[in-house]
């Protein structure tokens, strides 16, 4: 079952706007991940977040969770055109932390 | 950071023949690998979670007779698709747990089957 359901599923911004992407989820979850995959290639860790944290940094990222809401959000700023590229966010129930559910994935497209 | 190679990236294959995929941890020892199947502009779909020296655990749905799943060694998962049809055709990428216990995984750069 889908467990990860990210919006919008698709997203096209001018070079050095923001990115927002949003990733909601059914069930507890021990993390959440988001992964980053250019086409026809590997997934790429980005960020984890896990489920006692609210907000995370990582150079140009910021991810927030909120469990009340089971949601989550990725903010890329400044974005670049390398940016564009599929983004998934996964989570990981309580107790098995690598066993991840993917989202259906948001291709952002940066326009130079 | 961890890399984990995946090895054919591509393969063309006749309807009915057998393909293997495998994927290794090159820098860490993994003691579980998993297996995931992705179709165009889609999610990724976990299909088997692998670990050393024991047998793999399927997700429902996934035929285990069809999807041979090996994990001989920590370094090292192999998936084989048996008797391969034209519906098999995907993208088959493996991911690599380092035990951390940090909950990150390193993916494989993915492996696109054609059944012909």
């Known amino acids: 079952s889908q467990q990860g359901e990210e919006d919008p599923q698709a997203l096209s911004i001018q070079e050095g706007e923001n990115a927002t992407m949003n990733c909601s989820y059914k069930t507890s979850i021990n993390n959440l991940q988001w992964y980053r995959q250019n086409s026809g290639r590997g997934l790429v860790h980005l960020i984890l977040i896990r489920s006692n944290e609210r907000e995370k940094h990582s150079g140009r990222l910021r991810v927030t969770l909120d469990t009340s809401k089971k949601s989550s959000s990725l903010l890329i700023t400044a974005s670049r055109a390398a940016d564009t590229a599929s983004y998934f966010c996964a989570t990981a129930p309580p107790g098995a932390n690598s066993k991840l559910t993917f989202g259906k994935g948001i291709t952002l497209s940066v326009r130079p | 950071g961890a890399v984990v190679s995946q090895h054919p990236s591509r393969v063309i294959c006749k309807s009915g023949t057998s393909v293997k995929i495998e994927c290794r941890s090159l820098?860490?020892?993994?003691?579980?690998m998993f297996w995931y199947r992705q179709f165009p502009k889609k999610s990724l779909m976990l299909m088997a979670t692998?670990?050393?020296?024991?047998?793999?655990?399927?997700e429902q749905g996934v035929e285990k007779d069809k999807f041979l799943i090996n994990h001989a060694s920590l370094t090292l998962s192999t998936l084989t698709v048996t008797s391969a049809h034209p519906e098999d055709s995907s993208f088959y990428i493996c991911?690599?747990?380092?035990?951390?216990?940090?909950?990150?995984?390193?993916f494989g750069e993915g492996s696109r089957l054609t059944v012909l």
């Open positions: 692998s670990n050393e020296g024991s047998k793999a655990t399927y």
């Open positions: 820098d860490f020892q993994a003691t579980t």
């Open positions: 991911s690599a747990d380092s035990g951390g216990n940090t909950g990150e995984l390193f």
